[in-house]
């Protein structure tokens, strides 16, 4: 074999191996959960293709996925509501935790790129519905459990002044010995 075909054969070899190596955990998450929805589709009265999915279809599947939750959330009638660590059991419902549908709309947003789904503005897991549900479930789950997930105001710290104190000799720091004072007030 001469040394292009030798090359050209072990990057085959190395393009099969890669392809039978296991997916990382990410990617089996992913596929798992692409899945589930396409199976959602399917057995949704009527059926619906994912071609002709919208943004209303996948705020329903999230729905759908309450019923799987393992997160209490208090609703506004009960005695716990507001409470971070209620002191006895209630009968509120178990739902999907906020964090999970965000994770999953984004693993998902993924599989319909990787699927070859059209242009990133027709994939329905972006479509601005389905931000607006998720923002809406994380209040609704903080002030349920009295977290509030306002956003959090950062001030810029001042820039730290350097000044140079020069010693008189009449002793101090040392003498005749400039100190370099950094002061930093952080607010």
Known sequence: MDGETAAAAKKAVATVASSTASPSRYEAQKR????????YLKNREPPLCQCRCSGAHVIEFLKYLDQFGKTKVHVASCPFFGEPNPPSQCTCPLRQAWGSLDSLVGRQRAAFEDIGGGAPESNPFAAKAVSIYLK???????KARGIPHGKKKWKR?????????????GGGRGSGVAALVVSATMV
Do not use: H, S
């Open 136 to 142: 809406e479930v994380r209040e609704a789950q903080g």
């Open 157 to 169: 710290p001042r820039a730290a002044k350097a000044t140079l104190n020069a010693d008189d000799g």
């Open 32 to 39: 798992r959960d692409w899945n589930t929805f396409v199976k």
